[in-house]
Structures are given as structure tokens and as C-alpha cells.
């Protein structure tokens, strides 16, 4: 039931983003868009090419990358290193929400193509990334509630049966006949504390995607419609780098939630597809779509501030704070310090980035 919300969720984003762009109103141009010596529309298409299979390829690469070195030991979920990785991967998405995603927001949403009343007299970016952030702590919550209690009701039959439950993804409880008192007790605590985190790797990983995969498509339709050779030649490389790291991250979410592999597989085509998709979409949409009409301004620049909401919530609470605060680091110091070092140097690198995208 979770799963299916969430993805009639980010259907209903990519549903809202065509129909807004497509209306006769995406068609008026803003008057203050000049003439620009870059502009070379043949030029940009093959640009738009190339960048649609290099950033298919860079997304491929780093969402599967946790998953294909899990059979290396340095790499291992129960390794100090893969710690290390995971905080330097959640400091990017961070970064990408604070400094990629918001303010893009912020520059859309007081646009001079836009009007004065009520788009220049009120943050409506801050206010959107604020219940964005709510909201996603609201979904977070109940699809948390919900994904437990099915799980429970799949464990319980599991643990009735002699065999032990049969071949259920959460991973059923084995039933030690042999085992009474203390150590059956003992072994059922440990069982539900492990299902419990199951549970809320899964929601995270699935509120993770979709926020990332609603910003994807935004980034690849803004590059998609531009003819901008001066602007796409930078934006190659820097999405090239940014897919790849913020893959990265959402691919050590895909494996700590111990999917089966068909789950995996749709998890890493969605988010490998989104930013080609959006590129392609954007192309396709090039004779009618301005990036400068208010219509697409506003639309582009409200889901990116919802967007921003999400991954800093995200970022914050279900990657970082639940990290930093299990009995793992705060029992070691040491590798709290190396895990905030890698924190900060994901979150710079991501801000040094902004530079050019």
C-alpha cells in the first residue's frame, strides 16, 4: 500500500509537469529574455545527445555501485567505510537540497517575467519547502505505520508454519522450537528491533527516490529546452558528477533495505531514466516551452522548492540524524569525526558545484 501511494505520488508530479507545459499559457515568452550569441539550437541538440548517455551511464554507475561492492569486504554494510561513504553521500543530497534546488527556486519565483503581485511581495519558495518538509515527515510517518503493521501480518503466519515462513521479503521469523524462557524471548526482541529497521530503511529509500527522481526531471527538462551551448556544455560535466554521487547515496539506501532484486532493478531504472527523460522531454517540448514564461517558471520553480523540502528532510533526519545518533557511532568517537568529515566534504563539494550548475 505504501509503495503504490508513493508511486501514484511521482505519476502525478510528472502528469502535473506535462499538462502545465503543454497549456497555451507555457507558449507566451517573457519579454525580458534577449538575444543571446550562444543560442544555437542545432549546436544544442547534439549537446542534449550526448548529454542524455553520459548521464544515463553516470547515474547507472553510481546508483549501482553500493549494490555491485557489497561483496567487498571494505564495502559492506557492517564495515566502518561503508559509514563513511553513506555520510559523504548523504552531505551531497544535503547540499544539492540547500544549494542546487531551493535557490533555483528562490530565482525562478522572483523572476521579472513574473508579476509583481503576489510573486515578488512573499518567499512563496520557503513557504513550499517548508510544508514539502512537513509533509514528507507526515508520509514518512504513516507509510512507516502502515508498512508495519502489513509486515506483521506477513510475519505472523510465517511463525505459525513448521517451515518457517516460506519466502517472505521481510524476512520472517524462524521458529526455534527448541529454544524456551530468556533466549526465546530475547531472540523475538531482537527479531522485531531488526524488522522495525527494516521498515524504516524501505520508507526511506522509496520518500528518498522520489524526491531525487521529481528533481531529476525538472534538471533534464530545463537542460532539454535550452539552446544555450555556452550553459549545456558546463551542465554535462556537473550532472555527470552530481547523478553520480547523489546515486551513490540513494544506492546505499536501495541495499540497507535489503530489496528483492526486481524492486532494486525499478529503483535504479527510475532513477537512472529521470534526468535523460527529463532532457528528452524537454527537447521534444523545445518549440513550445520557455523556460522565461511565467507559466513554466512557476511551475518549475514550486516543485523545485518542494523538492528542496524533501531531501533536506531527508538528508537530515532520515540519513544523517539516524546515523549519527545509533548506538554504532555514539559508540565511537573516532568514527563520528571521520563520518562528519565526509558529511562536509559531500555538502562543500556539492556547494562548490553550484558554481557552474
Avoid at 507558449?27 to 542545432?42: H, I, P, R
Avoid at 541495499?255 to 532513477?271: E, G, P, R
Wanted: aromatic share 10%; glycine share 8%.
Amino acid at each position: 500500500m505504501a509503495i503504490t501511494s508513493l508511486t501514484l505520488f511521482k505519476m502525478t508530479f510528472v502528469f502535473f509537469i506535462l499538462f502545465t507545459l503543454l497549456t497555451p499559457k507555457a507558449m507566451a515568452d517573457c519579454e525580458a529574455q534577449s538575444a543571446n550569441t550562444c543560442n544555437n539550437k542545432e549546436k544544442a541538440l547534439s549537446l542534449k545527445v550526448i548529454a542524455i548517455f553520459t548521464i544515463l551511464v553516470s547515474s547507472i554507475i553510481g546508483v549501482t555501485l553500493p549494490l555491485v561492492t557489497r561483496s567487498i569486504p571494505a564495502l559492506s554494510p557492517e564495515n566502518d567505510l561503508f559509514i563513511i561513504v553513506k555520510c559523504f553521500a548523504a552531505g551531497i543530497i544535503l547540499g544539492t537540497g540547500f544549494m542546487h534546488v531551493l535557490p533555483d527556486s528562490f530565482d525562478m519565483l522572483w523572476s521579472d517575467c513574473l508579476k509583481e503581485k503576489p510573486w515578488h511581495e512573499f518567499p512563496f519558495s520557503g513557504l513550499v519547502a517548508m510544508f514539502s518538509a512537513l509533509i514528507t515527515m507526515m508520509v514518512d510517518s504513516l507509510a512507516t505505520s502502515v508498512y508495519t503493521k502489513r509486515s506483521k501480518t506477513e510475519i505472523i503466519p510465517a511463525e505459525s508454519s513448521p517451515a518457517g515462513g516460506g519466502d517472505q521479503e521481510m524476512g520472517g521469523v524462524v521458529n526455534f522450537g527448541h529454544f524456551h524462557g530468556h533466549h526465546h524471548h530475547h531472540h523475538e526482541n531482537n527479531t522485531e528491533g531488526q524488522e522495525s529497521q527494516l521498515v524504516r530503511y524501505r520508507v526511506v529509500a522509496m520518500v528518498l527516490e522520489l524526491g531525487i527522481v521529481v528533481h531529476s526531471v525538472v534538471i533534464g527538462l530545463g537542460v532539454g529546452a535550452s539552446n544555450n551551448t555556452c550553459t549545456i556544455k558546463g551542465l554535462i560535466a556537473a550532472l555527470c558528477f552530481h547523478q553520480m554521487f547523489e546515486g551513490m547515496g540513494l544506492g546505499g539506501s536501495i541495499l540497507q533495505a535489503q530489496y528483492k532484486f526486481l524492486k532494486k532493478t525499478i529503483m535504479v531504472f527510475f532513477f537512472s531514466v529521470t534526468t535523460p527523460f527529463g532532457i528528452a522531454l524537454g527537447i521534444a517540448l523545445s518549440t513550445t516551452y520557455r523556460e522565461n514564461s511565467p507559466s513554466a517558471l512557476i511551475t518549475v520553480g514550486l516543485l523545485n522548492a518542494s523538492s528542496a523540502g524533501l531531501l533536506i528532510y531527508m538528508a537530515l533526519v532520515d540519513l544523517l540524524s539516524a546515523d549519527f545518533m545509533s548506538p554504532r557511532l555514539q559508540g565511537s568517537v573516532k568514527l563520528q569525526l571521520k563520518s562528519y568529515l565526509a558529511v562536509f566534504l559531500g555538502a562543500g563539494g556539492m556547494s562548490l558545484m553550484a558554481k557552474w550548475a
